[in-house]
């Protein structure tokens, strides 16, 4: 898909040392006017707030670790140099993610102890009566 988007977007007159993305004047976006006119105008319109490229950069990093991709590769991605900072820094707690957490030690508490024996034990299976 990005290929076929890329492709699109490819001027006529092919420059190899023009910039896929540019502005007007073929210099490199800058990233605040990039943020101020594009990525906080968006926010606005869909009613988010306080997104920045930073935020954007812990929520990316946050959801790779929520769908399982390994701490390295997480680290490698952010490119860090240390998996210490990927996740002391960049991931955070989702907060479905810590409901199911405890849900999950609050059955186990709440279950039947493996220990404990039924009343009907010894007189034939429940089923069965």
């Not at 946050?62 to 390295?72: C, F, H, R, S, Y």
């Not at 030690?105 to 089923?127: A, C, F, I, M, Y």
């Amino acid at each position: 898909m990005a290929i076929r988007i890329l492709t699109a977007h490819k001027p006529a007159v092919a420059n190899p040392e023009a910039l896929v993305f540019a502005a007007r004047e073929g210099k490199p976006f800058d990233r605040h006017n990039l943020s101020r006119r594009q990525l906080k105008a968006t926010c606005k319109k869909l009613g988010v707030e306080g997104v920045s490229w930073h935020w954007l950069r812990h929520a990316n990093a946050t959801l790779l670790d929520a769908v399982g991709t390994p701490l390295g590769t997480v680290q490698a991605l952010l490119g860090h140099s240390s998996s210490e900072i990927t996740r002391e820094v960049y991931l955070h707690s989702i907060p479905a993610d810590a409901r199911k957490a405890v849900e999950k030690v609050e059955e186990l508490l709440n279950r039947p102890k493996l220990t404990q024996v039924p009343e009907n034990w010894g007189k034939g299976s429940s089923l069965i009566q």
